[in-house]
């Protein structure tokens, strides 16, 4: 019985372990308006959860239309200034760390 506890626990343990050892996953970012891009963060950024990525022109002037939902380097970006975007359309991806 006492055996079996411990080889469980032991189990347990290094399922956490393996858990915070995950490798960072790429998040795709998607934008919640439609309109003409203004700015967009460049590859490479390094970006915490709650950063603007995409600001597009509205009829009330420049409104953030994608921000970062993780922690990480901006991996790609498939869109530039000027350019127009449709509400849904993957505009960037972050690789969360």
Do not use: C, F, W
């Not at 032991?10 to 309109?35: F, I, K, Q, R």
């Not at 700015?39 to 970006?47: C, I, N, S």
């Not at 380097?73 to 975007?85: D, H, I, M």
Request: glycine fraction near 12%; avoid cysteine.
């Amino acid at each position: 019985m006492k055996k079996t506890l411990v080889y469980s626990l032991g189990a347990v343990l290094a399922g956490l372990l393996m858990v915070g050892t995950v490798d960072a996953a790429p998040v795709n970012h998607e934008t919640v308006l439609s309109g003409d891009v203004v700015t967009v963060v460049p590859v490479g950024t390094a970006v915490k959860e709650g950063d603007p990525l995409l600001t597009v022109q509205t009829l009330g002037g420049p409104m953030v239309a994608s921000r970062a939902t993780v922690n990480g380097v901006v991996e790609s970006v498939s869109v530039a200034p000027g350019a127009t975007v449709a509400r849904g359309q993957i505009i960037t991806i972050v690789n969360s760390q």
